[in-house]
């Protein structure tokens, strides 16, 4: 019996294999698109999940209240990880680690920048780093000890050993390989080429002694039944305590890694909101209507061309067959044609899924053995061929077989008002995509395209190292002799990302009861002219007078909250008790986060050229690839030792939009979709109605009626539906964007331009659709259509 389900399920699809084509690949669409969808959820909600001891590994954070607003940041004193581990109950381990860096890298010949951590030993305890070579014990015990991820030590070393071998890092300084751990996977919030014991970076950085500076990370690990809620109420105050009271500024809690992606975000009074999450749930929703879309499609397509096997139906009825038998005739199809829906779609799986990691920057994966993925293939067949196959199989059974033998037309009746209902809710959630794909492009666009208060276009960033800085003056003459630099200035971080600052100022006729928490960058004079920023009083630095390195420049922000009118120079303002001269006020800048409205309260101090960033601005309109290939060299010679590198402040910008952006194209992807598989509905649709009422427009063509009149008439309905389409998504799309929107400060207003453009675009590709079946109808022989009814 099912071997002759199987038999006449292929019969008839390869009876009409035009037909069959468009429904298999429909449905096959929607599930390439859900997959995709869900293969990047499943690598979302499984970050870290690699890590033994997932549940037991927390960061610290620190809440900080500065002027009635409340600042989680991520930063602790040195002292703060041994402490901690050594006193507090529940507590296994506690490491710190710096923010990572990237050092050169030199075995014989080979010379490659590598990113890792200075972390104390027990950071191998707490994320369980697998040891491919060396004694985890032992591995990070020594100072000038490194332990190497397996990549890097292949890198370096191509596949010989490392253990044990020296590798020459930042020209400087000797370390022995003291181990080789597996590789992270991507999807994990630390990942690394090298780690060294943190002790090192403490001897080059003393301020880390220090209870009242904040400067690293640190990660704790609990026993395994620690009471949680306990070790925070000892945690809140934990400084304070440790100092007497000196540090009194700010409270410690364990945030754990089970929600460091999903969540992680806090509000101005320091409560946890909604992060990544979102996302998460947004694009799986998403997921779901495009594949319900398919499947309505599905649906629509099967009872559109229902009147070719009417009388199939009648015939099977009158020799014996049973309603139940021709359901499960019609079932057994839909599940064929869903089965090789999957089947096409895994393909389209492998075909898409390169470019669909580069729109979300990430790098997953399909793996048809994965227990996981197996289930969802067979469990979207199932579903989607019993849930698109049900109504048809139902309808086409009802038929009654001396009607359909007579050639009698069954009437649209429930059938009918639940295929329109279903091209409604199609294009109800297509519009509502467009919708709000369009205004999300817009909040982007409207925050990249806000006064800054620098220029970043013609910009070009390279960090500061091995012997630039000593040859920093020679450097930036030799850059503007070229021609093609206007200016060149030194900071120690890109002026998009401003990492340092304090509460330790103070001026005269200042509340004392305030307490303003002020961004710090350091600068040499070269800065302000290399990123167009504009001094509104005062001076910029002169690197000629030894004085200027007790002074400041400040923002206008800071500066109208020293004195009004913020005419501020050659007042004095006084950082950790020491007296600084302002010297100059320049526009206000934004930085950090851009989508705030108001700019941070900003100082900047001179720079000791230590380390930091080069910026170079180009002039306008010169051949970038030859200046480009002058800095090259120009840096190449003066620091022979290590390669070139460079960014454009451009690119650092944009990077700035990383996950707002993925989820525009994400959007953007998935609206395109849902509308052609709409569209495949509508041709459906179009089809049954053209057959439906061939009669009626064959009379109507006998009496004169042109070929533009039917068309219209034909169309008139289709419009309509989309309008109501369009009503229904319109409150929808607005109450879903005013949400999304809400977590921006700086935020556009929902206009009404695209609540007029989403819903015409939508109505032009309905009607350009159905035109083409109603132009077929419109055309045809009406004595040969109404002979044939």
Not at 4 to 10: Q, V
Not at 37 to 55: C, G, P, Q, R, S
Not at 383 to 401: D, E, H, Q, R, V
């Amino acid at each position: 019996m099912i071997r002759n389900y199987i038999k006449s399920a292929f019969r008839n699809l390869w009876k009409t294999k035009g037909y069959s084509f468009l429904n298999i690949f429909g449905l096959a669409v929607g599930i390439t698109a859900a997959a995709l969808i869900f293969l990047w959820v499943e690598d979302e909600v499984t970050k870290n999940d690699h890590f033994a001891n997932k549940e037991d590994i927390y960061v610290v954070k620190s809440k900080q209240k500065y002027d009635g607003q409340t600042f989680v940041f991520e930063s602790t004193p040195g002292p703060f990880a041994k402490a901690v581990a050594e006193e507090i109950t529940g507590v296994k381990h506690a490491a710190r680690l710096d923010w990572g860096n990237s050092f050169l890298f030199n075995v014989g010949d080979n010379s490659l920048f590598q990113r890792g951590f200075h972390a104390d030993p027990p950071i191998l305890d707490i994320l369980s780093v697998e040891f491919l070579e060396g004694d985890r014990k032992s591995a990070l015990n020594e100072l000038n000890n490194i332990v190497l991820a397996e990549s890097a030590a292949k890198r370096l070393f191509g596949n010989e050993s490392a253990m044990n071998k020296t590798v020459r890092v930042n020209n400087s300084e000797s370390y022995t390989v003291s181990g080789v751990v597996k590789d992270f996977p991507v999807n994990s919030s630390f990942t690394f080429d090298w780690l060294i014991n943190f002790r090192k970076f403490e001897l080059q950085n003393p301020w880390l002694e220090n209870w009242n500076a904040n400067g690293l990370m640190t990660v704790v690990q609990l026993q395994p039944n620690a009471n949680l809620a306990n070790i925070n109420n000892t945690l809140s105050d934990f400084a304070k305590r440790k100092t007497k009271g000196e540090v009194t500024y700010y409270k410690n809690m364990l945030y754990p890694m089970s929600r460091w992606n999903m969540y992680n975000v806090f509000d101005s009074d320091g409560n946890e909101q909604e992060g990544n999450i979102k996302n998460v749930r947004l694009f799986s929703i998403i997921a779901w209507v495009v594949l319900l879309i398919a499947c309505i499609n599905f649906m629509n397509l099967a009872t559109a061309r229902s009147e070719k096997r009417a009388k199939e139906v009648g015939m099977r009825k009158v020799v014996g067959a049973k309603r139940g038998a021709l359901i499960l005739q019609f079932l057994s199809e839909s599940l064929i044609s869903a089965l090789l829906s999957a089947i096409l779609a895994v393909g389209l799986i492998y075909l898409t899924i390169k470019p669909f990691n580069e729109i979300i920057h990430a790098d997953i994966s399909i793996s048809l053995f994965k227990a996981t993925h197996i289930y969802f293939l067979i469990g979207t067949v199932l579903i989607c061929g019993l849930l698109a196959g049900s109504y048809p199989a139902f309808y086409l059974s009802s038929f009654n077989p001396l009607k359909t033998l007579k050639g009698a037309k069954q009437k649209a009746g429930t059938a009918g008002f639940i295929r329109r209902g279903l091209v409604v809710l199609q294009y109800t959630a297509s519009v509502l995509l467009v919708i709000c794909t369009a205004i999300i492009y817009q909040q982007i666009q409207h925050t990249k395209n806000r006064d800054l208060g620098f220029e970043r276009s013609q910009v070009i960033n390279t960090y500061l190292q091995g012997d630039m800085s000593k040859h920093l003056d020679v450097i930036k003459d030799q850059l503007t002799a070229t021609g093609n630099i206007e200016a060149v200035g030194v900071s120690d971080n890109n002026i998009i990302d401003i990492s340092s600052n304090s509460s330790d100022f103070d001026w005269e006729g200042q509340d004392p009861n305030s307490d303003i928490l002020i961004g710090i960058m350091k600068a040499d004079e070269g800065l302000i002219p290399a990123v167009g920023m504009t001094l509104l009083d005062g001076r910029n630095f002169n690197p000629h007078l030894k004085g200027d390195s007790s002074s400041l420049i400040i923002n206008a922000t800071l500066a109208k909250m020293i004195q009004a009118d913020g005419l501020v120079a050659g007042k004095i303002l006084r950082w950790h008790n020491e007296p600084y001269t302002i010297v100059g006020v320049v526009n206000d800048f934004m930085f950090n986060n851009l989508f705030t409205i108001n700019p941070e309260p900003t100082i900047i101090a001179p720079t000791d050229y230590a380390y930091g960033v080069l910026n170079i601005k180009t002039k306008a309109g010169v051949d970038l690839q030859k200046t480009l290939s002058q800095i090259e060299e120009i840096v190449k010679a003066n620091n022979p030792a290590y390669p070139s590198e460079y960014r454009f402040l451009d690119d650092t910008f944009n990077s700035k939009f990383a996950s707002v952006t993925m989820v525009q194209h994400l959007a953007s992807v998935f609206a395109v979709l849902s509308i052609i598989i709409s569209c495949l509905g509508l041709f459906g649709l179009a089809s049954y109605t053209a057959e439906q009422r061939a009669k009626e427009i064959g009379i109507r063509k006998v009496l004169g009626a042109s070929i533009t009149h039917l068309v219209n008439m034909l169309n008139r309905e289709f419009v309509m539906l989309v309008g109501i389409s369009c009503l229904i998504a319109f409150p929808l799309a607005w109450w879903f964007m005013h949400d999304w929107l809400s977590t921006y400060k700086y935020r556009i207003d929902i206009g009404w331009a695209v609540f007029v453009l989403a819903p015409a675009s939508a109505i032009l590709i309905a009607v350009f659709t159905v035109s083409s079946q109603a132009l077929r109808a419109a055309t045809a022989n009406p004595t040969k259509t109404l002979k044939e009814q």
